[in-house]
C-alpha cells in the first residue's frame, strides 16, 4: 500500500505564487509515475502534470509556463511549483501515484487526500 501525504495548498492573489508537495510511503515495490490532478467545482478532475518512470512531463496546456513539476526519487516526493496563478487555476489539487507494490504486478493508481488552492483576483 502506498499512502500519500499533501502539502502547501491555500489562498493567495493572482500573480501569486504556491508549491504543493506529495510525500510518498508505505510498502511498495516501485513508483513509476508521480504527478497533480485538479477538480474545480462542477468541472471533471483533469491533468495538471506528471512525470512517468522515464522522465518525461507532461503540462496541461493552461498551466504550460507557469508550472513546474519536480520529483525527488529518494525521497518519493513530487514537487509542483505554480508562479503566475490565475483565479482559474482554482480547484482542489490531488497527488497521483502509479506504484507496483510488488515484482511485475499490476500498476496501481494512488491518491492524496486533496489540497485546495483558491486563487482571488
Known amino acids: 500500500q502506498v499512502q500519500l501525504v499533501e502539502s502547501g495548498g491555500g489562498l493567495v492573489q493572482a500573480g501569486g505564487s504556491l508549491r504543493l508537495s506529495c510525500a510518498a510511503s508505505?510498502?511498495?515495490?516501485?513508483?513509476?509515475?508521480m504527478g497533480w490532478y485538479r477538480q474545480a467545482p462542477g468541472k471533471e478532475r483533469e491533468l495538471v502534470a506528471n512525470?512517468?518512470?522515464?522522465?518525461?512531463?507532461r503540462y496541461a496546456d493552461s498551466v504550460k509556463g507557469r508550472f513546474t513539476l519536480s520529483r525527488d526519487n529518494a525521497k518519493n516526493t513530487v514537487y509542483l511549483q505554480m508562479n503566475s496563478l490565475k483565479p482559474e487555476d482554482t480547484a482542489v489539487y490531488y497527488c497521483n501515484v502509479v506504484a507496483l507494490t510488488i515484482r511485475a504486478g499490476p500498476k496501481i493508481n494512488y491518491w492524496g487526500q486533496g489540497t485546495q488552492v483558491t486563487v482571488s483576483s
Open positions: 512525470i512517468i518512470s522515464g522522465g518525461t512531463t
Open positions: 508505505g510498502s511498495f515495490f516501485s513508483i513509476n509515475d
